[in-house]
């Protein structure tokens, strides 16, 4: 691992979680430092005193970095990607909704680069993905169900962390049945449900606050950097 401050770009730095992880990096200085903050037009203000802004436009002059964190919207995706294939520099990403244009896109920069794309960058999803695959494996004939919770705001359902799960818990051939719960400001719970005749195993994530995803993407970021070209997992990275 980079044993001096990483130099990060932050590619989505007004947004939720471009906010979150300005303030998760400013709070860790002897790992991370940023060296540009991107956002799709250049603000009255500055996002943070002391980062160099720029807006999407002016992306390929941003200076020197050795990682960029996407949490953007699909539109300011392509130039990332392409920013970071040209100054060969790892790029970790979780922005959703890239279509199946962006996604082979990916596939072909991870030929150039080490990257992540991820749809839950939380640490903890990532070892539940990892149990519920030793499960499945151990279990065969057990039926298999995912059950997610969400706030009332989240239109799609199932959630794509309940499908990335349901793909580790499937990965033995089960078929595996999906329920979503919208309700009240629940940030997120997954369920992964084994059940056998006479016993039953529950795999449970409860996600309590949003700064797991930035936290997560931070610590991959810092992983990333040194890596040969790849598309790597979230799971991969783990220490
Ligand atoms: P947001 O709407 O609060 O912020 C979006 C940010 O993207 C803003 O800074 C905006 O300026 C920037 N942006 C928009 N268009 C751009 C462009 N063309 N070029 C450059 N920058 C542009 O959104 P958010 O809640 O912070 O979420 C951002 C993304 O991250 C979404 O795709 C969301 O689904 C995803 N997300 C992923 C995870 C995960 O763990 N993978 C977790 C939370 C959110």
């Given at each position: 691992m980079n044993p001096s401050p990483t130099r990060l770009l932050i590619h989505g730095a007004s947004g939720r979680m471009g906010q979150a992880l300005l303030r998760l990096a400013a709070e860790q200085p002897a790992l991370f430092t940023v060296a540009a903050a991107v956002t799709r037009r250049a603000p009255a203000?500055?996002?943070?005193?002391g980062v160099p802004h720029f807006a999407a436009t002016e992306v390929s002059g941003v200076p020197a970095f050795d990682v960029a964190i996407d949490f953007s919207l699909p539109e300011g995706f392509d130039p990332i990607l392409a920013l970071c294939v040209e100054r060969g520099q790892p790029l970790v990403s979780g922005t959703t909704g890239i279509d199946a244009v962006q996604q082979a896109a990916l596939a072909a920069a991870a030929t150039r680069i080490p990257l992540v794309w991820a749809t839950n960058f939380s640490l903890g999803v990532a070892v539940l993905a990892e149990l519920v695959e030793r499960a499945a494996s151990a279990l065969p004939g057990w039926d298999v169900d995912v059950v997610e919770s969400h706030h009332?705001?989240?239109?799609?359902?199932?959630?794509g962390t309940a499908l990335t799960l349901g793909q580790a818990a499937g990965s033995a051939g089960a078929p595996v049945q999906y329920a979503s719960l919208r309700a009240g400001d629940i940030v997120g719970e997954h369920t992964v449900q084994f059940a056998g005749l006479g016993e039953r195993i529950e795999l449970i994530h409860r996600a309590t606050h949003r700064d797991i995803f930035a936290r997560g993407a931070l610590h991959v970021a810092r992983t990333l950097v040194?890596?040969?070209p790849g598309a790597y997992r979230v799971r991969d990275l783990l220490d």
């Open positions: 203000q500055r996002v943070v005193e009332v705001h989240k239109k799609d359902a199932p959630s040194g890596r040969a």
